[in-house]
């Protein structure tokens, strides 16, 4: 077990670099030179040379690779060329911010898709299940901005449930009654989101486990629908599941970035909007960077408690 | 183990699940008083669609809504409206000698700085002396330059500063105001100021102090007790940072904030509206499309001349701001309000025939142009999109090149091909003289990288002319010789919208004013 963990571990760091290395690589082809962003055209030439050689940039590209990486590795991300605010410093309130937002839905997306699905999956082709089909497909086609702006103009202006804007209402930063409001518009939209595709999952995957032949073996034996349904499918239905609670890991740091905007919420979807808006290169790919390993992280996580639930596994990597 | 595991996993979702549910039913009951409570009238909210960033200086923060931070935080010497029309601030007098090469300000003395240490005449002359050095790149050190001469600063004694002008210029009462005082005792010795730690935690003489800079979210000010000009009537002031127009708007019909300079096409949601009032007024902005002449597709001045031939004004304009309560059309370099403005210009009336002749006679065809823009700003979305389509009509193909305005700001002052054309606009003063920088050759505003020696000179005899007839006719030849080298092309005079809380009142005492929205906030109160 811990060398097939080891193993798939020693195959991620490589796959790390190369990214990395990618990431780089498209700074270096960017237009913009982070020199532009701490000069002023009225500087003399001497002062552009001086900053430059402070922050390394009169060393040739492998050079300043390394030091990229070496900030990274130490925490130092580097500076947006737009506000010279230090990226590490912005990332680290707005990665838990958009936590706050994307972590909730998530797993009530994947709690209510679970029990969604099992129910569409063993009721094939009944009300029930042409019901939850039928809202997925319309779930599937709605874009989230769009719903966004209904619940927006519904709950938060007509009925004046919930507020509007943002993460709190000035003046009550501290109160977490006060987040909790502001978090349920934003929580709901993207539970909505995330859900129509894993219902689609689950209620295949059911419908899958239900012709195979133990089904059969447990419905000779005279047990209930309702007890196969729990005591077997369920079991074999959530297995796969964890393949993609790993693999959507990235998605607590890219996962909101329309639905932050609409409400204006501070976190990496609008910082990263912002960004692209403004070209501001090394945001964008620290950004990329992150989600990038995120995606490789998730897969190695994945594997990893996979193989520790499912002994056989190991032996397949082998 | 197995089965185990499985068990464990569905307890943990199921209890969570749990958790969530018993929080959602606690959020409606909360949501509903906090909602009554936002409606407490200590707290100013004005939201903004830009943010400041928690790093402002009065020497190089030069974007509208830093500008608008600094206004709260810092004063000037005075405020210069109009020729009649100026507003003393950290000043009490402002005089000229008999000659105009001197003038001499007479400070105020009962000025504190936020952190208590007196306001004295060492600050102004630091400050004119920090915007003067050149490695600092200040925003207004042009206007503080006269014919390659910096303009010489002392201090008489404590509250007197005398200004020394090397040569006479008629601008000079209105540059050398406007300009922010900062405080001496913070910053000096401070060699890099643009990127200083100390713009993180402003200390100025302003209304209102600096209390908290949330990233992306909100700046926070809470009122100055000691303002000199009397306590500010409202508790707290706070910029709010809201992206999405169509979630401000609903915001400020719900009264989650209490301002928001509004689009003119959502000027008619709020038509009945009896919590919201709408205040269109004229910040003296010329919106302009301008030609990049570091890119080589528009060096001939014929094929700008087709470019100009081949717009049409109205169409551009009825697009962009609905309604012509929000814009009037510009012809020339200067705002209307501007001393010698004149429309008697060229203007360019559309003309796709003349178009088409000038391009042949430039022996140019099949031309394509990049156009720059600022991609999240809905008037120029508009304005590039009829461009497109006119030129498109002349046979020009345009490509829209949309970016992020501090982005598309950058690349302006840098020389690149990377857009042959752009669609900016300026606020700047009310003489002429001021709009210097943004057209003399080398000049670091000089966006379009225009030289036409003949302006330079115009621009030089203008400053120093005493007599009004004459300085007259000298604008308006610049103002003629510029359009018609159609480098820059006016589009538009457009109004701001402010859309504010009805139970706000003084705000003309305030006063509204280009770019920092009041001039005084300290005025405004529930």
């Given amino acids: 077990m811990l060398k097939y963990i080891f193993k798939r571990v020693m195959q991620a760091i490589p796959m790390l670099i190369i990214i990395s290395i990618i990431c780089f690589g498209l700074i270096q082809l960017a237009p913009y030179d982070a020199v532009d962003a701490m000069t002023t055209p009225n500087m003399s030439e001497k002062t552009v040379e001086l900053i430059k050689a402070r922050y390394g940039l009169d060393q040739p590209a492998y050079m300043q690779y390394f030091y990229w990486i070496k900030g990274i590795l130490s925490g130092e991300w580097g500076y947006s060329i737009v506000t010279h605010e230090s990226i590490s ?116 995957s059911t419908i899958g486990q239900l012709s195979e032949d133990y089904v059969m073996v447990q419905k000779a034996y005279g047990a209930s629908s309702v007890s196969i349904l729990f005591n077997h499918v369920l079991r074999n239905v959530l297995l796969p599941v964890i393949t993609i609670v790993g693999m959507s890991l990235p998605m607590l740091v890219t996962g909101a970035v329309v639905t932050e905007t609409v409400f204006g919420w501070p976190g990496i979807g609008t910082y990263f909007i912002k960004a692209i808006q403004g070209f501001d290169y090394p945001i964008i790919m620290a950004i990329m960077l992150l989600s990038s390993s995120l995606v490789i992280i998730g897969n190695l996580a994945s594997d990893i408690l996979y193989s520790i639930i499912d002994p056989r596994i190991k032996g397949m990597g082998e | 183990m197995g089965r185990k595991n499985i068990n464990i996993l569905i307890a943990v979702l199921i209890s969570m699940f749990l958790v969530l549910a018993g929080c959602t039913s606690n959020e409606k009951d909360n949501a509903n008083k906090s909602n009554e409570e936002t409606a407490k009238p200590d707290t100013f909210i004005y939201g903004i669609d830009g943010d400041p960033g928690n790093a402002v200086n009065v020497i190089t923060t030069g974007d509208r809504y830093g500008l608008m931070e600094i206004k709260a935080l810092y004063s000037p010497l005075y405020m210069y409206n109009g020729k009649d029309n100026v507003e003393f601030f950290l000043a009490e007098s402002m005089t000229a000698s008999e000659d105009f090469l001197t003038y001499t300000a007479k400070l105020r003395k009962d000025v504190k700085w936020h952190d208590g240490e007196a306001f004295t005449a060492d600050d102004v002359v630091f400050t004119y002396e920090q915007m003067l050095k050149e490695e600092n790149g200040g925003w207004a050190r042009s206007q503080l330059i006269f014919n390659d001469q910096p303009v010489k600063v002392e201090k008489v004694d404590d509250y007197t500063v005398k200004f020394t002008l090397p040569e006479v210029s008629m601008g000079a009462f209105e540059g050398l105001g406007n300009i922010f005082i900062m405080p001496k005792h913070i910053y000096e010795g401070e060699t890099n100021i643009a990127n200083s730690p100390k713009n993180a935690t402003p200390v100025g003489t302003g209304p209102y102090k600096f209390k908290e800079y949330k990233a992306g979210e909100s700046v926070t000010f809470e009122k100055n007790e000691a303002y000199f000009l009397g306590a500010p009537k409202i508790d707290k002031v706070v910029y709010r940072i809201i992206m999405d127009a169509n979630s401000a708007t609903m915001a400020l019909q719900k009264g989650e904030i209490n301002a928001f300079a509004i689009q003119p096409s959502d000027a008619s949601k709020f038509k009945d509206s009896k919590n919201v009032t709408l205040m269109p007024y004229d910040e003296g902005r010329v919106g302009y499309l301008g030609f990049n002449l570091s890119s080589p597709a528009v060096q001939s001045k014929e094929v700008r001349q087709a470019v100009a031939y081949s717009l049409n004004r109205d169409e551009i304009n009825t697009a962009s701001y609905v309604s012509s309560d929000f814009y009037d059309n510009a012809y020339s370099i200067l705002p209307s309000k501007a001393t010698y403005y004149t429309d008697n210009v060229e203007k360019f009336k559309l003309d796709n025939d003349k178009s088409k002749e000038l391009l042949a006679s430039a022996g140019v065809s099949d031309l394509k142009l990049k156009l720059g823009f600022t991609a999240n700003n809905p008037a120029q979305q508009k304005q590039a999109a009829v461009i497109q389509q006119n030129l498109q009509a002349a046979g020009i193909s345009v490509e829209l090149v949309g970016m992020d305005a501090t982005a598309l700001f950058q690349k302006m002052e840098s020389e690149h091909t990377d857009f042959d054309m752009y669609l900016s606009g300026y606020i700047m003063g009310i003489d002429p003289d001021t709009f210097n920088s943004l057209f003399v050759t080398d000049s670091p505003s000089n966006f379009m990288h225009y030289s036409n020696p003949k302006v330079d000179e115009l621009f030089n005899q203008g400053r120093v002319e005493k007599d009004d007839a004459k300085r007259q006719a000298i604008y308006e030849e610049i103002q003629q010789i510029v359009i018609e080298d159609a480098a820059f092309y006016p589009l538009v005079t457009n109004k701001r919208i402010l859309a504010i809380d009805s139970r706000i009142s003084g705000i003309e005492e305030a006063g509204l004013v280009p770019v920092y929205t009041f001039e005084d906030m300290s005025k405004l109160s529930y």
Avoid: C
């Fill in chain 1, 89 to 204: 410093k912005d990332l680290s309130v707005r990665i838990p911010n958009t936590i706050i937002l994307v972590l909730p839905a998530y797993i009530l997306a994947l709690v209510l898709s679970i029990i969604l699905g099992l129910v569409a999956g063993a009721r094939k082709g009944k009300l029930a299940d042409k019901i939850i089909d039928g809202l997925s497909s319309l779930g599937i086609a709605i874009p989230s901005f769009w719903m966004a702006m209904v619940l927006l103009f519904i709950f938060g202006y007509q009925l004046n449930i919930f507020p509007i804007l943002g993460m709190h209402t000035i003046g009550k930063e501290g109160s977490f009654s006060d987040l909790l409001s502001h978090l349920v518009l934003p929580t709901t939209v993207l539970t909505l989101s995330f859900m129509p595709e894993l219902v689609r999952y689950v209620r295949s």
